[in-house]
T-cell receptor, first 110, second 114 residues
Framework: DGGITQSPKYLFRKEGQNVTLSCEQN?????MYWYRQDPGQGLRLIYY???????QKGDIAEGYSVSREKKESFPLTVTSAQKNPTAFYLC?????????FGEGSRLTVL | DQQVKQNSPSLSVQEGRISILNCDYT??????FLWYKKYPAEGPTFLIS?????DKNEDGRFTVFLNKSAKHLSLHIVPSQPGDSAVYFC?????????????FGTGTRLQVTL
């Protein structure tokens, strides 16, 4: 089945630690995205990549980093510089404007 | 500044009745609008879209209406079913295909009661 797979689904981290969230897609989409969802807020764009080996900052990129070495994969690293990392993270991909989302990863910082 | 607003955080509708979810936007450059549905702990799924050249788009029980002069769109679900209970996000962009420029609203939680 084609789709977007995010892992892990739940993740706990201590303050000061970096953590990497995985996102893999087998839809052959060129563009991939990372969003963050917080209670009472819409989805906010962290980073996006239109093509392999290229990525752009979204609206809230500070404290995050990404890589796009393969078309299928777009991992997101939440660094210790991110002041409020506890959130629900969503990866998405698209080929024609409509986003297809993964199941999400919930990160909790203890 | 919130460019896409969903002023009702929640809505409760009886099964079989019509659900109307509203969305307002401020950016006159937006010309493509989408609705996404989200269940708890899952990613949003695309529901329906409309471009600014149309004022209505229908897909089964779901209809989206666009009023460009009022910068307002609405999603109608009729008849509402318990499985429709979810959070609905409105999203807008300045051009079809530019998913990187999608701006999302804050969502409306719909509860369909028996």
């Amino acid at each position: 089945d084609g789709g977007i797979t995010q892992s892990p689904k739940y993740l706990f981290r201590k303050e000061g630690q970096n953590v990497t969230l995985s996102c893999e897609q087998n839809l052959n989409h060129d563009a991939m995205y990372w969003y963050r969802q917080d209670p009472g807020q819409g989805l906010r764009l962290i980073y996006y990549s239109q093509i392999v080996n290229d990525f752009q900052k979204g609206d809230i990129a500070e404290g995050y980093s990404v890589s796009r070495e393969k078309k299928e994969s777009f991992p997101l690293t939440v660094t210790s510089a991110q002041k409020n990392p506890t959130a629900f993270y969503l990866c998405a991909s698209t080929s024609a404007g409509e986003l297809f989302f993964g199941e999400g990863s919930r990160l909790t910082v203890l | 500044d919130q460019q896409v607003k969903q002023n009702s955080p929640s809505l409760s509708v009886q099964e079989g009745r019509i659900s109307i979810l509203n969305c307002d936007y401020t950016n006159s450059m937006f010309d493509y609008f989408l609705w996404y549905k989200k269940y708890p702990a899952e990613g949003p799924t695309f529901l329906i879209s409309i471009s600014s050249i149309k004022d209505k788009n229908e897909d089964g029980r779901f209809t989206v209406f666009l009023n460009k002069s009022a910068k307002h769109l609405s999603l109608h679900i009729v008849p509402s079913q318990p499985g429709d209970s979810a959070v609905y996000f409105c999203a807008a962009s300045a051009r079809i295909g530019t998913a990187s420029k999608l701006t999302f609203g804050t969502g409306t939680r719909l509860q369909v009661t028996l």
